[in-house]
């Protein structure tokens, strides 16, 4: 009898569809935890639904970056008891919060009036609703419980609806990408960065020690550190790390140059600079939210000075009252 289920409504904001895919990706284990656990009653990937049906569990991804995201993010509080923000994107803004240090004219005419293959005053319809910030869930609704990720890792996925179900003790913890990375922290003689398509990384050693650029020691392991285990660098999609999250003057370039500066002879101005040319792609995944913003280190402030803009209300918690799996 469905009476006994728990019903599990998911809806999508502005996101790239892969926290759904790795929804999905839990193949077999996804049909035996929602057969005989969970009646799934909306799924704009699977099922043609309109409406926002009652609901014991509300999952959200993508973030709020048009007035549509904000109307569709406030129906789902208000038929969801539990309402989970599902991925990087919900949590911190995900890689569209880059849009942050734009307005969103400045996105407009570079997308399609100055745009040499465009050249048009014409806005699609889609984009007309676009907010002038892109913004994390909890900007606009009331959060219960946040899982980070780009998208989640299965195993971290089934963790989180495990202990939603059942209130099992989670198995997550708050590790940055390094622990789950098998490459070893060397002292070398480097003295220069390497750009990320110069030369061959060796297989062993950590990026750090090999003079590339590498934030895996800034960055919340929700993905079990894929990228450095297949020999690309972790550029942070995951979000920050609960060091760089709970102390106020921990930051990712500060964080990152520290360890990379010990490891190697290349000075620490130099790591820090560096960081900055190529800052607007590794902040983007969290560049909407307070976390880094609130920072006396970060570099929003430089990008938007002349860009003032109005305050948006906000109903974030203080991240020591956040569930976060
Ligand atoms: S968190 Fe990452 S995978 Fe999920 S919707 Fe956002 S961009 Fe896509
Ligand atoms: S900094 Fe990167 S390469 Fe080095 S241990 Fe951490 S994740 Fe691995
Ligand atoms: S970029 Fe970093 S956080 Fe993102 S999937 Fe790769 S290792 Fe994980």
Known sequence: MNGEKKTLSIEWLSGCSGCEVALLDLHDTLLHVLGNEVRLVRLPILMDTRDYPQADIGMITGSIRSRHDIKAAQAMRKVCKTIIAFGTCPVYGGPHSGGFANSS?????????????????????????????????????????YMPGC?????????????LLHGREQKIAQHPVCFNCDRNMVKSDQDTIRKPLSGVPNATDCFLSQGYLCFGSATLDRCMAPCPKSGVPCFSCGGPSEAVVLD??????????????????????????????????????????????????????????????????????KWSEKRCL
């Open 151 to 163: 998208p989640p890792h299965p195993g971290h996925i089934l963790d989180g609806l495990q202990f």
């Open 105 to 145: 004219k400045d996105l407009l005419d570079c997308a399609f009036r100055d745009n040499s293959s465009t050249h048009t005053d014409t806005i699609p319809d889609q984009a007309e609703g676009l907010l002038d910030r892109t913004l994390p869930l909890d900007a606009k609704i009331t959060v219960d419980v």
């Open 248 to 317: 106020p003057n921990k930051d990712v370039r500060t964080r990152v140059a520290n360890q990379m500066s010990h490891l190697t002879r290349i000075p620490y101005e130099t790591i820090i600079k560096e960081i900055e040319e190529q800052a607007k792609t590794h902040y983007a995944y969290a560049m909407a939210s307070p976390v880094f913003r609130h920072k006396p280190t970060f570099l929003y402030r430089k990008w938007t000075e002349e860009k003032p803009r109005k305050a948006e209300p906000m109903v974030y918690r």
